[in-house]
């Protein structure tokens, strides 16, 4: 009998470690038919501790196979995030026989004698797709006594100039590195000091390439950038991204160094970076995050395992009035999660309108709404001790909201609740919302992904009823679909 992970609050279709504390996702890489998912772990504890590399193993990105612990902590510190590649042709020397991976991460440590933190990059490689790891002798790779925090390194092979590229997180910018062999690092730029939000330590970069609009003619390079916790902003840690080129030394921002945009609109999405080596017959540009926040990470009520990822997505770029922008939404595989559907057709509703019982808190509801005269409408999910979820739209002001101030238990900390919005406009006079649910955790993807929303709850029992709302007037809801979504355990 495999374990069903049923304990409060564990989302069943989400990826979560069997027990203990999670945060970043790690090393992500497609190798010989399977996805691998590292990620930061303390395999002692359900608070950050002492970091090791946790590892699953999935043949379709839905469900995951726990594998042992991948990197534990050495002579250099704990294991802290970073990526891993194929090495398809050997530069490293360690593959003679047949490619294999190289993770690339952050040794933490400290200073000789010393309390004074120290960060380096390390590598390790697997010949054996990631069972078992062997830390390079010659470790750490980089390093670079100025500076303080010095982590995450992000690394791709560069084609047009025959490179390894590592981006790294530095402080309050982001520096380039380039490598023939993964093993020899050469400084070659930085970016980011006067540019996007600096909330927070600059932390989790991500770069690659991306067709605007679906053409491939059209490409705009994606810069990903966690913004650590910063007690003057109510938002806690949260994730920007930049548009613009990259030459495999040099990346030049497209907007204005006061742009910000951001990945998310939730609170709980961080830390994301996205899959090396997708074949590029698949093509996708596929994406995870962390599901919590700095500012409560350690304090959420859950009991013997903290922390989820988000469902993969597929990133993708369009172009709009305002530039281009980054759209996301779950990936296809997550279809087959699908169980049994309820579909409803051509509503009209009215201040309170209809209630449907909800089977499970496993769901995905799909909603497509069309704009009539209400000046707000939505969906509440609730259940019996009063606690509600809300998602709103308002037409007038074209703020999507998802409003958790009165879904579960708030108490852990006093930042947690809170109404999440966005500018989301109508497209002709629709509003299509996608949202997942999974028992402690709801993504929102609203018009195909334009804006996402990803956010966690603490409800006291399961939400046992939607309700669509509208004030002022009435929407109409062309459709509505409500999917009990199967578990990725057990079986
Ligand atoms: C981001 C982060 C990283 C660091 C890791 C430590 O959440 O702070 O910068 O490598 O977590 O667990």
Redesign the pocket.
């Known amino acids: 009998m495999k374990v069903t992970y049923q304990e409060k609050h564990r989302p069943q279709y989400h990826f979560s470690p069997a027990k203990n504390w999670l945060?970043?996702p790690n090393g992500m890489v497609y190798f010989n038919g399977e996805y691998h998912l590292f990620y930061?772990h303390h395999p002692f504890g359900t608070t950050?501790g002492p970091?090791h590399w946790g590892h699953a193993i999935s043949k379709d990105l839905v469900h995951w196979e726990h594998q042992p612990i991948a990197l534990e902590p050495d002579e250099h510190g704990?294991i802290?995030?970073?990526s891993a590649v194929v090495d398809w042709n050997n530069t490293t020397g360690f593959f003679p026989d047949e490619p294999g991976l190289v993770a690339i991460y952050?040794s933490?440590g400290t200073y000789p004698d010393s309390e004074r933190p120290r960060q380096r990059q390390s590598i390790a490689y697997s010949k054996d797709s990631g069972r078992t790891w062997i830390k390079y002798e010659g470790n750490p790779v980089l390093s670079d006594e100025n500076i303080t925090?010095y982590?995450?390194p992000k690394v791709f092979w560069h084609e047009e100039t025959d490179k390894w590229v590592m981006v790294l997180?530095t402080g309050q910018s982001l520096m380039f590195y380039t490598s023939p062999n993964l093993i020899d690092w050469e400084f070659a730029s930085e970016f980011g000091n006067t540019a996007g939000s600096h909330a927070g330590?600059w932390?989790?970069p991500d770069l690659f390439r991306l067709p605007v609009d679906g053409d491939e003619h059209r490409q705009k390079w994606v810069l990903l950038v966690?913004i650590?916790d910063n007690h003057d902003f109510k938002e806690g840690?949260r994730t920007q991204y930049f548009v613009g080129e990259f030459d495999g030394s040099v990346f030049v921002n497209d907007n204005s160094d006061e742009t910000i945009l951001w990945l998310d609109y939730g609170r709980d999405n961080?830390?994301g970076v996205s899959w090396s080596d997708i074949p590029s017959t698949d093509g996708r540009r596929i994406y995870i995050g962390?599901m919590s926040n700095?500012r409560y990470a350690n304090l959420v009520p859950t009991k013997g395992w903290r922390s989820a990822m988000t469902l993969p997505r597929e990133l993708s770029l369009v172009s709009c009035e305002e530039g281009v922008r980054l759209v996301q939404k779950p990936v296809e595989e997550v279809k087959v999660l699908r169980n049994k559907t309820d579909i409803y057709e051509n509503l009209i509703v009215e201040a309170h309108g209809s209630i449907y019982d909800l089977v499970s808190d496993s769901l995905e509801i799909v909603a497509e709404f069309e704009v009539q005269d209400a000046s707000v409408f939505g969906i509440i999910l609730r259940n019996a001790n009063g606690e509600k979820l809300v998602v709103s739209y308002d037409v007038g002001k074209e703020i999507l909201a998802v409003d958790r101030t009165h879904a579960g238990d708030n108490s852990f900390s006093d930042s947690f609740a809170a109404v999440q919005e966005a500018k989301v406009n109508a497209v002709g006079s629709k509003v299509k919302l996608q949202i997942f649910l999974d028992a402690s955790t709801i993504e929102v993807f609203a018009n195909d992904g334009e804006a996402a929303f990803t956010s966690l709850v603490f409800p006291k029992e399961a939400y046992q009823e939607l309700q669509l709302f509208a004030e002022d007037g009435t929407v109409k809801i062309e459709s509505l679909k409500l999917t009990e979504m199967k578990s990725i355990w057990g079986a």
């Open positions: 945060n970043d930061q950050w970091m704990a802290f995030s970073g952050t933490a925090d982590r995450d997180a330590v932390e989790c966690s650590g840690s961080y830390a962390w700095w």
